[in-house]
């Protein structure tokens, strides 16, 4: 199961802007839910959002105090030009953006949650 980027491009051209996010969150994918379980309650030291709102974008989730954004992907985005697109409006945000593919959030959550430590750490000492 997952989202494409024309479909929420649609829903917030819609004017759905304002619940696409509540939306998202009530749709997790099984990646989204995985990874949620971990990033919540600031098991990785740091507060996260699911489904957050940046610019015309809902990423994933978002530590908003680091300006971290994390994406999850499927198997639609590969060599994706909309993702690319999507995350140079992002970092014009000034977020960084951080991307994995549901597979490996699925099948190697520990390298995941390492790899976002490993950020968090880096945009900590940035600050």
């Known amino acids: 199961m997952g989202r494409g980027i024309k479909e929420v491009r649609r829903w917030l051209g819609s004017g759905l802007r304002g619940g ?3 939306r998202l969150r009530k ?3 099984d990646a ?3 990874l949620w379980w971990h990033l919540r309650g ?3 030291g740091v507060h996260f959002t699911r489904q957050f709102q940046i610019g015309d974008f809902v990423t994933d989730f978002a530590c908003r105090r680091l300006k971290l954004a994390i994406e999850l992907d499927g198997g639609q985005h590969a060599d994706n030009a ?3 697109e ?3 409006l992002i970092v014009a945000h000034g977020y960084r953006v951080v991307r994995f593919w549901n597979n490996d959030v699925l099948q190697n ?3 995941v ?3 976002i430590a490993e950020k968090i750490a880096i945009a900590r000492n940035e600050r």
Do not use: H, I, Y
Request: charged share 50%.
């Open 86 to 88: 999507r995350t140079r």
């Open 32 to 34: 989204e839910k995985r």
């Open 109 to 111: 959550t520990d390298g």
């Open 27 to 29: 749709e997790p994918t």
């Open 82 to 84: 909309e993702d690319e």
């Open 20 to 22: 696409v996010a509540r």
């Open 113 to 115: 949650l390492q790899a």
């Open 42 to 44: 600031r098991q990785l």
